[in-house]
């Protein structure tokens, strides 16, 4: 870790990585070996904000993103010592500690696994708890709070491994498209 990103603050990180930009700048870096050519990483940031394929982007769309790369996100990033970015070398390069900043970056889909795995088990869970309600199905009302029991403590058991994979393997999954 460099000296710089070492005093961060966490109001300062908080502040460097308020702006998607940024943090798709720092995230793109990273899965591209920590450094890239400043168009090609205008051109990955642009393709994740306007949410297209490489063949549908259009010229205004980089341009917007290739001013505010050049004149403000990129220098921002240079000065608090998380990139090396020379403009008139237009490579732009990631100093080492960058994995400190990965609970501020955007990682994976927004509704990933884990969601769908949720949703399922609550729907289960609603669906569980009408049929005992209303004695419908094959629990008796004494099997209900069993049920419930094991519905809750088998939610408690994902939730606690859904933690721990987060916490040991980091959050994961591309920047733009293909």
């Avoid at 490489?54 to 921002?76: A, G, W």
């Amino acid at each position: 870790m460099t000296a710089a990103t070492a005093e961060l603050t966490q109001a300062e990180l908080f502040d460097v990585f308020s702006n998607a930009r940024r943090r798709w700048a720092v995230r793109y870096l990273e899965d591209c070996g920590g450094a890239c050519d400043l168009d090609e990483l205008v051109e990955r940031v642009a393709l994740r904000e306007n949410d297209v394929g490489p063949n549908e982007l259009t010229r205004p769309q980089r341009r917007r993103v290739y001013i505010s790369l050049y004149q403000t996100h990129l220098p921002m990033l240079a000065e608090h010592g998380i990139v090396d970015w020379d403009p008139d070398d237009r490579r732009v390069e990631l100093r080492e500690g960058s994995g400190t900043f990965d609970p501020y970056l955007d990682r994976g889909e927004p509704f990933g696994r884990w969601h769908a795995l949720y949703a399922s088990l609550a729907a289960v869970g609603v669906v569980g708890f009408v049929a005992a309600t209303l004695s419908v199905g094959p629990l008796s009302p004494t099997d209900a709070p069993i049920v419930a029991l094991a519905l809750a403590v088998g939610i408690f058991a994902l939730a606690l491994v859904h933690h721990a994979s987060e916490r040991s393997a980091g959050p994961s999954g591309p920047v733009g498209r293909g």
